[in-house]
């Protein structure tokens, strides 16, 4: 059973930085694909960002697009999400979700993510101080 679970979240005044990351079991890592959503109070939930581990690609929602950073360790079975120029608009519970195991990893983040993952962490709050 695949497992991911995230860290990282807290307060931070706008335009600051933080790193989320998200620690996955169960699975073959370097198969496997991760997705990052959000939601905020009041809004529904959407895909931030996703990253292919089998190969290596990224993909990000328009508005954090060179503000924020999915990377992977090998590893350590972690996947980062770094934050940087947080804006008020970015305060939400950050989650992290992958396919129901790595055989759909090389094709999860083009053909599921953002509307779709099977396994979900437990999610982390993050909070922007204007």
């Known amino acids: 059973q695949v497992q991911l679970v995230e860290s990282g979240g807290g307060l931070v005044q706008a335009g600051g930085s933080l790193r989320l990351s998200c620690l996955v079991s169960?699975?073959?890592?370097?198969?496997?694909?991760v997705g990052w959503f959000r939601q905020a109070p009041g809004k529904e939930r959407e895909g931030v960002s996703c990253i292919s581990n089998s190969d290596g690609e990224t993909y990000y929602k328009s508005d954090v697009k060179g503000r924020f950073t999915v990377s992977s360790d090998i590893s350590q079975n972690t996947v980062y999400l770094q934050m940087n120029f947080l804006k008020p608009e970015d305060p939400a519970i950050y989650y992290c979700?992958?396919?129901?195991?790595?055989?759909?990893?090389?094709?999860?983040?083009?053909?599921?993510?953002?509307?779709?993952?099977?396994?979900w962490g437990q999610g982390t709050q993050v909070t922007v101080s204007s």
């Open positions: 169960g699975d073959t890592f370097d198969n496997y694909a």
């Open positions: 979700a992958g396919p129901l195991s790595s055989y759909s990893g090389p094709y999860f983040c083009q053909m599921f993510w953002p509307n779709k993952a099977d396994h």
